[in-house]
Structures are given as C-alpha cells and as structure tokens.
C-alpha cells in the first residue's frame, strides 16, 4: 500500500486559496487519489477523486502531476467552515483495499 | 445526510462487557467498512466486507469481530471491553470494494468505565 506525508497542519485566512500537498512516493500503477474531509465528532465526507492531471468539483481542485508521487488539493477562498482535518489516501480501483487514512493535515481557518 | 445509518448514537458500558455496534449501509452499497476513532487520534481501518464476505482486514482485535448479513448490514462485536476501546466508531459504505467514495455514518460513541 503506498504510504502518504501530509502536513501535519496549516493556518490560513477567509477568502484565501489554500493548497494542501501529500506525498505518495510509492503509488501503484492502479491507484486512485482521494481526499476527506472530518469535521470533530463526525464521519469524513469525500472531497475529490482524481488519478491523473487536473480533477475540478463544485467544492475543490486536485492536482496530480505526471509522476502521480505528490497530489495537491486546492480549496478555493476558503471560509471559517472549511476549518477541519484534511486526509489524502492512495488505493487501488479494485479489490480489497486496506483503507489508510493516516494523520491528515489539520486547516485551521482564521477570520 | 450520507444515507449510512448506525446505531446506537452512545453507548457506555463497563469493562469486560461486551457490546454489539449496528451499520446499515447506503442503499445500492454492497460494501461496508469500520473504523475506530480514539480522541485526537486518525482513523483506523478495522475491517472490509463485500456482499457478505470478508474483503480487507486491518489492525482489528482478536476481541472484535463483524459480520454482514444477507440484507447487507453490518454488525462489529466487541468483547471483553477494555477503557483503551473507548472511541467513537465509524461505519462506511460504498457501491464496490474499491476506491469508489465511502460514504460514513454519524458514529456510535462508546465510552468503556
């Protein structure tokens, strides 16, 4: 299972872009890039799925470059309820699948 | 609203007990997930079922066990309960076994005294 690195955590302001990078060095040929987010006391939510170049949704971007070793995901003007913890995780589109959400990356939104 | 129900919301229990936490997964999914949450500590992966069979095991227990059922919900046993269980439990679903997007449930909090 390809392992992933995120920061730990990352503050930033309303109305800012914020971009959160994940290192995936050895991601598998069949692996997708997913991200999460959690609020405190509730179940994840999917943010975006991509497996290469550029994913775009109604809430984010990701960014995966050619290499697929990093993955960033851009929040675009952020706001105070975007203030949660950020997980990337690395899986293959099939078959069992040992889902490692790791440490995530904490946002910290400020007004 | 992700669709995936759980139940109980709280439970509390003493040790050496044993508990049994309930999933009902999205309507459509043949896959269901458990996790467990301990306070200020990530998301750790229990167990994966398929349509009924087991699919994925992580770092689970001995003392847990799960299962899903023709209708396909789920249930996690817990027994001989220790303080260290104590967190909240989550119950996902997706349509497959893959990386297709999980959809969690609200959570049952369980506090072991």
């Known amino acids: 299972l390809a392992k992933t690195t995120q920061p730990i955590s990352m503050d930033s302001y309303e109305g800012q872009e914020v971009n959160i990078t994940c290192s995936h060095n050895?991601?598998?040929?069949?692996?997708?890039i997913t991200w999460y987010q959690q609020f405190p006391s509730q179940g994840p939510r999917f943010i975006i799925q991509?497996?290469?170049t550029k994913v775009t949704n109604e809430v984010a971007s990701l960014f995966i470059p050619a290499d697929r070793k990093s993955s960033t995901l851009s929040l675009p003007r952020v706001s105070l309820s975007d203030t949660a913890v950020y997980y990337c995780l690395v899986g293959p589109d099939t078959g069992g699948f040992k889902t490692i959400f790791g440490a995530g990356t904490r946002l910290f939104v400020k007004a | 609203d992700s669709g995936v129900t759980q139940t109980p919301k709280h439970l509390i229990t003493a040790t050496g007990q044993r508990v049994t936490l309930r999933c009902s997964p999205r309507s459509g999914d043949l896959s269901v997930y458990w996790y467990q949450q301990s306070l200020d500590q990530g998301l750790q992966f229990l167990i994966q079922?398929?349509?009924?069979?087991?699919?994925a095991k992580g770092n689970i227990l001995e003392r847990f066990s799960a299962q899903q059922f023709p209708d396909l919900h789920s249930e996690l046993n817990l027994s001989s309960l220790e303080l260290g269980d104590s967190a909240l439990y989550f119950c996902?679903?997706?349509?497959?076994?893959?990386?297709?997007?999980?959809?969690f449930g609200p959570g049952t909090r369980l506090l072991v005294l």
């Open positions: 996902a679903s997706s349509v497959g076994g893959g990386s297709e997007t999980q959809y």
């Open positions: 050895n991601i598998a040929t069949n692996d997708y």
């Open positions: 991509g497996y290469k």
């Open positions: 079922y398929y349509n009924g069979e087991e699919r």
